[in-house]
């Protein structure tokens, strides 16, 4: 199946940190990936559709100067937590699914983002 | 009303048992539509999708569809243990998911 990787699993740094994460289609090209944040004991918030080759799509409520997201390829996309702050500590996961506008978005392991 | 909607749970069977959840959606012309598994600290399983009215089986796994009703559920036979997770509906809207707040399924030994 379809496969996406994650990168950080795990970050702990200090307020004012800028944290990039990555996130991987290793055996497919995705058109298409996404953004969510994830508090504990809550659901999926999606935060923003990264878009190969233009300008991400954000949610309402999302700072897109805060969360810097960037999809120069098919097959990676990067979310940076700008200046980041502890009200930012986030469990924060990507997807990403084909091209074909009914196939399934495709997780990766997510990153556990700490501000201390 | 919320786009798409789950019982949020906790939804208890004995080890065994048939685990049955339900998830309603909003959008009569949505399209697509599917279940993930997640577990505590975990990111989101895909478990099975659906596109066509009527029943899809997987293993354990049935998910039904009935687009008259907007109604979408995932069976699990034979319930075990291991099957103890948040269960998330979600629905393909316009370029992207929308989610329902999950189902928590406790399966008891």
């Known amino acids: 199946g379809a496969v996406v990787s994650q990168h950080p699993s795990w970050v702990i740094c200090k307020s004012g940190t800028s944290v990039k994460i990555e996130c991987r289609s290793l055996d497919f090209q995705a058109t298409t990936m996404f953004w969510y944040r994830q508090f504990p004991k809550q659901s999926l918030m999606l935060m923003a559709t990264s878009n190969e080759g233009s300008k991400a799509t954000y949610e309402q409520g999302v700072e897109k100067d805060k969360f810097l997201i960037n999809h120069a390829s098919l097959t990676l996309s990067t979310l940076t937590v700008t200046s980041a702050h502890p009200e930012d500590s986030s469990f924060y996961i990507c997807?990403?699914?084909?091209?074909?506008?009914?196939?399934?978005?495709?997780f990766g392991d997510g990153t556990r983002l700490s501000i201390l | 009303q919320k786009e798409v909607e789950q019982n949020s749970g906790p939804l208890s069977v004995p080890e065994g048992a048939i685990a049955s959840l339900n998830c309603t959606y909003s959008d009569r012309g949505s399209q697509s539509f599917f279940w993930y598994r997640q577990y505590s600290g975990k990111s989101p399983e895909l478990i099975m999708f659906?596109?066509?009215?009527g029943d899809k089986e997987d293993g354990r796994f049935t998910a039904q569809l009935n687009k008259a009703s907007q109604y979408v559920s995932l069976l699990i036979r034979d319930s075990q243990p291991s099957d103890s997770a948040t269960y998330l509906c979600a629905v393909n809207g316009f370029q992207k998911l929308v989610f329902g707040t999950g189902t928590r399924l406790l399966v008891s030994p």
């Open positions: 997807s990403a699914k084909l091209t074909l506008s009914n196939q399934p978005q495709h």
């Open positions: 659906i596109y066509s009215n």
